[in-house]
């Protein structure tokens, strides 16, 4: 019995009957080649994914770290005498695409294949790496297009720079690579995950970013625009090419209302940003764990040395503005000081990153956090997280794609889906204010999965709050 003819009875059964699948029948889409266009393919977070897929079908790793191959939801079944349920794993509850179903492509500004570039990202061994080597050799690697002016610490000389007269123009060349690779890949769906540098701040002007017509009227008269960074071209490519998109950086990709509208015209779904991968993963647990001892905190002070490329680029000033913002976001979001003054009213909170070429992608990250109990008396937390940052993303980079591919495969809504704010530091959301406590975010994925899945839903997330 194979593990899809185990689904019988109960809700699942239930809701594929609706569907119009035979109970048992595999989903069409799992067949499906699934493909995922990287921007930055050649990075440590990219290559770390691709290499990651390629081993673990391989049988040699396990998908550790995600939550479509890992994670259960609750089943509830009737049954005689009483109702009682099982926990069913994720990836059997809804028609995902398979892992082996993945091809992988994209865009990077530096021209070695990506086995080369994850050698040099220097995270995964050289055994490991020596077993898909020819498969990383194979990703199709497409020109990046780049403005020097929002990653000045990078000089690639793999660009599309001479080859486009105005933003449109290039957004056509991104365009045909979309579509050239759809085609020699034979993939049925494509997303787009964007884990390329992150870009230098982006001021916000109303004449480009609040409409379509004047973001499109820019791409036109413009060869570059200070308001238009290369991510935003890319995202509007993959969303007038009906392209998934997600945004693992801090950069604005398709964070202005104009390319919202344009992805809600088209059915697009759309997610970001900023990968919550490590020290803000941390803190959006533990905020909300102090808060629910209505413990009160003076001062959150985190720090970390990083040594790899996306540490390079953050050591000038303008791009780190874009991460500290997505960075420092998270605690008023969690802590609500407008409602509990006395406890978060006078909260001083930091954040630095700082450029460590020893420690490459092994990430050294440090938090002090002075909180106080009864009576106002001072405790202090320490946290010290070793980690390694594109361990920690790989896996949410194939859970974003396989959850946005689903999510516009069956609902073809489009739009932000502010249900994967789980994944990210500074979550997109349509209107009103983000959700950054890890918890009700966490009940946001489920309970969307469960509906996803035809599954009844079990609570109202944000009544955790
Ligand atoms: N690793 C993590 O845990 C984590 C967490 C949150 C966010 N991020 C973000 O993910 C991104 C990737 O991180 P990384 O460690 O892989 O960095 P990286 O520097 O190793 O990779 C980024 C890649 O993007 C390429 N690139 C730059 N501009 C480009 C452009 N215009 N078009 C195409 N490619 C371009 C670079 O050449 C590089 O190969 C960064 O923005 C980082 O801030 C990473």
């Given at each position: 019995?194979?593990r ?5 009875g109960?809700?699942?059964a ?14 069409a889409?799992?067949k499906?080649?699934?493909g995922?266009?990287?921007?930055g ?6 290559s770390?994914f ?11 790793g ?16 009737q ?9 069913r794993?994720?990836k ?8 082996d179903?993945?091809?992988f492509?994209?865009w990077?500004?530096?021209g070695e294949d990506?086995?080369?570039?994850a050698?040099?990202a220097?995270?995964l061994?050289?055994?490991?790496l020596?077993?898909v ?9 497409y ?7 929002f990653?000045?610490?990078l000089?690639?000389?793999y ?19 979309i579509r ?6 034979g993939?049925k769906?494509?997303v787009?995950?964007?884990c390329?540098?992150?870009?230098a ?8 970013h609040?409409?379509l017509?004047?973001f499109?009227?820019a ?7 200070p308001?238009i960074?290369?991510?935003m ?8 090419e009906g392209?998934?998109?997600a ?10 209302p104009a390319?919202?509208?344009l992805?809600e015209?088209?059915g697009?779904?759309l997610c ?17 764990a ?5 413990l009160g905190?003076e001062?959150?002070f985190s720090?970390n040395i ?5 540490g390079l ?9 874009s991460?500290e ?7 008023d979001?969690?802590l609500?000081p407008?409602?509990?003054?006395g ?7 930091r954040v630095?990153i700082?450029y460590?070429p020893?420690r490459?992608?092994a990430k050294e990250g440090?938090?002090?956090?002075d909180?106080f109990g009864w009576?106002?008396y001072p405790?202090?937390i320490?946290?010290?997280?070793l980690?390694r940052d ?6 949410m980079v194939l859970d974003l794609?396989?959850?946005?591919e689903l999510v516009?495969?069956e ?12 994944y990210?530091k ?7 204010a ?10 946001m994925l ?5 509906a ?5 839903p079990?609570?109202?997330?944000r009544?955790?709050?």
């Amino acid at each position: 019995m194979g593990r899809w003819e185990e689904r019988s009875g109960g809700e699942v059964a239930r809701h594929e009957e609706q569907r119009g699948r035979r109970e048992g029948e595999r989903p069409a889409a799992e067949k499906e080649k699934l493909g995922v266009l990287l921007v930055g393919a050649g990075g440590a977070v990219a290559s770390t994914f691709m290499a990651g897929v390629e081993l673990i079908r391989r049988g040699l790793g396990e998908p550790v770290g995600s939550i479509s191959q890992l994670g259960r939801l609750w089943v509830e079944e009737q049954k005689e005498g009483g109702s009682g349920g099982s926990s069913r794993p994720i990836k059997e509850l809804l028609p995902l695409a398979g892992m082996d179903k993945l091809v992988f492509g994209g865009w990077d500004i530096f021209g070695e294949d990506c086995y080369e570039a994850a050698v040099g990202a220097g995270v995964l061994s050289k055994e490991h790496l020596g077993v898909v080597r020819d498969a990383l050799r194979e990703v199709e690697l497409y020109r990046g297009v780049f403005d020097g002016r929002f990653v000045s610490a990078l000089r690639g000389d793999y660009t599309k720079e001479g080859e486009y007269g105005s933003l449109e123009e290039a957004v056509s060349l991104i365009r045909e690579d979309i579509r050239s690779f759809r085609r020699k890949s034979g993939a049925k769906s494509l997303v787009m995950i964007n884990c390329a540098s992150t870009e230098a701040y982006v001021e916000g002007d109303e004449g480009v970013h609040a409409s379509l017509e004047g973001f499109e009227r820019a791409l036109r008269e413009r060869k570059s625009h200070p308001a238009i960074a290369p991510s935003m071209l890319y995202a509007y490519a993959a969303i007038q090419e009906g392209v998934p998109y997600a945004n693992g950086t801090p950069s604005v990709g398709a964070d202005a209302p104009a390319l919202i509208e344009l992805a809600e015209q088209r059915g697009v779904a759309l997610c970001g940003k900023d990968f919550k991968s490590g020290q803000t993963f941390l803190k959006s647990a533990l905020a909300p764990a102090i808060k629910a001892r209505m413990l009160g905190m003076e001062g959150w002070f985190s720090t970390n040395i990083l040594g790899n490329r996306d540490g390079l680029v953050l050591e000038e000033p303008q791009n780190f503005k874009s991460k500290e913002i997505t960075k420092r976001s998270v605690l008023d979001a969690i802590l609500e000081p407008e409602l509990y003054c006395g406890l978060y009213g006078d909260l001083y909170h930091r954040v630095e990153i700082n450029y460590y070429p020893p420690r490459g992608d092994a990430k050294e990250g440090w938090d002090n956090i002075d909180i106080f109990g009864w009576l106002g008396y001072p405790m202090q937390i320490k946290v010290n997280l070793l980690a390694r940052d594109s361990i920690l993303a790989a896996p949410m980079v194939l859970d974003l794609a396989l959850f946005l591919e689903l999510v516009q495969r069956e609902e073809g809504r489009g739009g932000v889906q502010s249900w994967l704010s789980f994944y990210f530091k500074s979550p997109m959301v349509r209107e009103g204010a983000a959700e950054h406590d890890l918890f009700v975010q966490l009940l946001m994925l489920r309970e969307k999965l469960r509906a996803l899945a035809g599954l009844e839903p079990l609570c109202e997330p944000r009544a955790l709050r």
